[in-house]
């Protein structure tokens, strides 16, 4: 008697093309989830950081993490991970790393560093500053790193709270353009879905794709990427009710993937 394969079950994206806006660590662990899933990942780096203006100061403040100046790092965005990567920063066991949520977690872990703190409520500066100053009532040595058009909304509400707080900027984010080849199959609609995974990567899909057509699926990770993505000018098809990789495969995986022109036909 024949019987069925066990891997016959159909996977929930087989039969998708789905674009990874970041590369590195990150970006290969979310292709070979969405490859699990049964989808083709198009891996098409849209933002990069450039140095900041003031090496000096970044290669300081790192040189002093090393040694154990600080007890807190606060990392608010995946491109800082990408920045500690690429200066192979030493963070020592006595400084606890604070990472804004889970993506930028996740980028922090896929390169070798620990999280310590996730803000379990608000995914932002904000939120994070918040959690640290109930954790922490006594004075602390923190050093933060940032984006070069990030608000020091972090570094105010901790000096305010009583906390010795470095903020260096880390990086300027640049787009980074995608081939002639990535782009054609964007605005054909061969790729069925973009994945935004922040605000500045929403911008760079609305600059660098037109003319998306109405089937592909773009999806946001999580209710403030959706809002900055909307702000960007684009149209949010799914947004992932966790700040999280697998809950935004997951919402993508709810659609049906988009077919031939006449199965809509009345």
Do not use: C
Not at 10 to 20: D, E, I, T
Not at 113 to 138: C, F, K, T, W
Not at 191 to 211: M, Y
Not at 220 to 238: C, E, F, N, Q, Y
């Amino acid at each position: 008697m024949n019987t069925a394969p066990h891997n016959a079950v159909p996977k929930p994206l087989a039969g998708w093309r789905v674009l990874v806006p970041r590369g590195g660590p990150w970006g290969d662990g979310v292709a070979a989830t969405l490859r699990s899933q049964g989808a083709v990942p198009v891996v098409a780096p849209l933002i990069n950081f450039a140095p900041t203006n003031d090496q000096a100061s970044l290669e300081q403040a790192l040189a002093d993490l090393a040694a154990g100046a600080f007890q807190w790092l606060t990392v608010t965005s995946a491109t800082t991970a990408d920045v500690l990567y690429a200066y192979r920063a030493v963070v020592p066991p006595t400084t606890r790393v604070a990472a804004v949520g889970e993506t930028t977690a996740a980028a922090l872990q896929s390169m070798g560093y620990r999280v310590d703190l996730i803000p379990e409520r608000d995914n932002s500066a904000a939120g994070m500053a918040e959690q640290l100053i109930a954790l922490e009532p006594e004075p602390r040595d923190i050093l933060t790193l940032r984006s070069e058009i990030a608000k020091p909304v972090l570094t105010r509400m901790m000096i305010d709270a009583g906390h010795r707080v470095r903020s260096v900027v880390a990086y300027r984010t640049v787009g980074v353009p995608v081939t002639e080849k990535i782009a054609h199959d964007v605005n054909s609609g061969r790729i069925n879905a973009i994945l935004v995974t922040s605000g500045s990567v929403a911008e760079q899909v609305h600059e660098q794709f037109p003319d998306i057509p109405e089937s592909t699926v773009i999806a946001a990770i999580g209710p403030r990427t959706a809002k900055d993505a909307r702000r960007a000018g684009l149209s949010v098809d799914v947004v992932a009710e966790r700040q999280t990789v697998d809950a935004l495969i997951h919402a993508v995986s709810s659609f049906s993937l988009p077919h031939a022109s006449d199965e809509f036909s009345v």
